[in-house]
C-alpha cells in the first residue's frame, strides 16, 4: 500500500476537487495541508466525504479564512475504502497536499 503523498492538487477557482481517494479493501491515516500562496486571503472549504460532491455533514472546514502566503493542516484523519477528500478555493494560488499511510484491510 501507498506511503507519503497520496494526493495533490492545485485548486481551480469555486469548484470542488476531489484531492484523494481512499483505494477499495484499504483505510488510510492522512494528513491534509491546504497552502495559499498568494499576498491576498482565500475562503477554503474541506470535506471528507462519500462522494465527490459533500453533503453538508460532511465538511470539517467551510469558507475559512486562510491568510495569505497562510496555511492550515488537519491531521490524524482515518478514512475508510472508498472515503473522499475534496477541498475548494474561492479563488485561485491555493493548492492541497494529502499523506500518510494505506493500510489493508484484507
Not at 472515503?83 to 484484507?106: F, L, R
Amino acid at each position: 500500500m501507498a506511503t507519503g503523498i497520496l494526493g495533490t492538487a492545485d485548486l481551480s477557482a469555486a469548484t470542488n476537487a476531489t484531492v484523494y481517494t481512499v483505494p477499495d479493501a484499504t483505510f488510510a491515516v492522512i494528513t491534509v495541508n491546504i497552502t495559499n500562496r498568494n499576498a491576498a486571503s482565500r475562503d477554503i472549504r474541506l470535506a471528507l466525504a462519500a462522494a465527490d460532491t459533500p453533503t453538508n455533514a460532511e465538511w470539517i472546514e467551510y469558507n475559512t479564512e486562510l491568510l495569505g502566503n497562510g496555511s492550515v493542516e488537519r491531521g490524524g484523519i482515518v478514512l475508510a475504502a472508498g472515503s473522499k477528500v475534496v477541498c475548494y478555493s474561492n479563488s485561485t494560488d491555493v493548492n492541497a497536499v494529502v499523506y500518510g499511510i494505506e493500510t489493508s484491510t484484507v
